[in-house]
C-alpha cells in the first residue's frame, strides 16, 4: 500500500510541479478552462462569448458591444498584491476604438491595458498612450507591475515605463472589457496569462515565443503538464507495478 500511495504521489508530482508565480493560463480553446490546475476557470457573468479559429487553436471573440466578457477571480488589486504581471495575444477588429481588454479597475484608474487613439496603452489616473500605433494583426501584450513602476510590452518589446499606484480595485478580473463595465473589446484573444510577481523583460520574451499555445507560459512559471495520453500511460504502468508488487507481498 505504500508503494500505490508513492505512485499516486509521483502521478501527481509529474502532472504539475510549479513555482508560486504562475497562478493562471487560458487557452480559450472554445472554453474558460484554467489549463494548469494553478488557478479558477474563467466565468462569463454575462452573455455567451463565443469562439472562433484564434493564433492557436480557437480564440475567445469579442463583439465591442459589451455583451458578453470573461472573468478572472483573481485579485490583482494593487494595495494588496503589488508585483503583478498579465498579457495575451490579442487581434483587435478596430484599432481606432477604444478597446479595454484586461482591468481589474473599479472606476478609479485602476489596472488596465488597453489601446485608445490607435496606440496601445495603460492607465495611471487617466490614459497613458505609448509611442507603439495598434493594428489589426495578432500582437503580444504584456503588461507588468511591481507597486513602484508599471512598464508595458508589445510584441516582446518594452516601449514605455512609468511609476505605478497602488490604488484597491476590483478582486477580480475582466477579459474583453473594463472592469468598470466600460469600453469593451472589438476582437480577439487568444493566450491570458497572469503572474503573481513581475516578470522580466527575459521572462516576456520567453513566454512570446513559447506562442499562445502557452508553452514560454509553462517554462517560465516552472510547470509540466504532460499530454493525456502520456499521462494515462505513466498512471496505467504505475499501478500495473503497484498491483504485482502488492500481490508479491500478500
Known amino acids: 500500500m505504500k508503494f500505490i500511495s508513492l505512485s499516486l504521489f509521483c502521478i501527481m508530482f509529474f502532472v504539475g510541479t510549479a513555482n508560486a508565480s504562475l497562478i493562471g493560463f487560458y487557452g480559450l480553446d472554445g472554453n474558460g478552462d484554467e489549463k494548469t490546475g494553478l488557478g479558477p476557470d474563467l466565468t462569463e457573468p454575462a452573455g455567451t462569448v463565443n469562439y472562433v479559429t484564434g493564433l492557436d ?96 510590452y508589445v510584441d516582446g518589446n518594452p516601449v514605455f515605463s512609468f511609476a505605478d499606484g497602488l490604488n484597491p480595485s476590483h478582486s477580480f478580473i475582466d477579459i474583453g472589457r473594463n472592469a468598470n463595465s466600460a469600453y469593451p473589446l472589438n476582437g480577439l484573444m487568444d493566450g491570458v496569462f497572469f503572474f503573481d510577481q513581475t516578470l522580466t523583460s527575459l521572462e516576456v520574451a520567453t513566454i512570446r515565443a513559447g506562442g499562445a499555445s502557452g508553452n514560454g507560459v509553462l517554462q517560465v512559471g516552472g510547470v509540466t503538464v504532460p499530454e493525456p495520453s502520456t499521462l494515462a500511460i505513466f498512471a496505467l504502468g504505475l499501478m500495473g507495478v503497484a498491483v504485482r508488487r502488492f500481490k508479491k507481498q500478500s
Open 57 to 152: 487553436g480557437l480564440a475567445a471573440s469579442f463583439d465591442g458591444t459589451g455583451n458578453s466578457w470573461l472573468r478572472a477571480s483573481i485579485n490583482s488589486s494593487g494595495d494588496t498584491v503589488p508585483n503583478f504581471s498579465w498579457g495575451t495575444w490579442i487581434k483587435l477588429s478596430d484599432p481606432t476604438a477604444w478597446n479595454i481588454f484586461l482591468s481589474n479597475d473599479n472606476g478609479s484608474w485602476d489596472r488596465f491595458s488597453q489601446v485608445k487613439n490607435g496606440k496601445w496603452s495603460v492607465s495611471k489616473n487617466g490614459v497613458k498612450n505609448s509611442p507603439i500605433a495598434a493594428t489589426t494583426d495578432w500582437t503580444f501584450i504584456a503588461h507588468t507591475f511591481d507597486g513602484v513602476t508599471q512598464k508595458l
